[in-house]
């Protein structure tokens, strides 16, 4: 019986979802969003964010821990110089996940997977809030007959 495993198998090895794993999360730190299959978005979700965690404290023990997982040395630099600094005053949640709709060959829900703070440098530019915008000044268009008769 499998009673409080909760470990997403994705119908691989456990070496094997490691590694892709691992994979998905350097992806997402280089690209800053991923798109793939929800049920990998969800298990990718976890890892990442404990990579986050360990950033933020960014010992030298901390980034070990990281690139014995990750086991890309540029994806834990840019964790521990970029993303992590970023992510500082959040308490968590540093990931979101936006459905998309399903795969065309074999109808996977598909998901994209990206950071929650990063939304400007991820290369599209994030939505202006309502406070943000700037009121655009109204024109208005007057006849030339009632100005020249002024």
Known sequence: MRHLKRTAKLGRTGQHRNAMLANLVCSLIK?????????KAKAARSVAEKMVTLGKCGTLHDRRLAAARLHQEDAVKI???????????????YTRIIRLGQRQGDAA???????????TVAGTPAKESASTKKAK??????????ESEK
């Open 79 to 93: 964790l521990f110089n970029e993303i992590a600094p970023a992510q500082k005053e959040r308490r968590g949640g």
């Open 31 to 39: 690209h800053k969003r991923v798109i793939t299959t929800l049920a």
């Open 109 to 119: 829900q598909r998901a994209i997977l990206e950071w929650v703070e990063l939304g």
């Open 137 to 146: 000044p109204v024109e208005t268009k007057v006849d030339s007959k009632a």
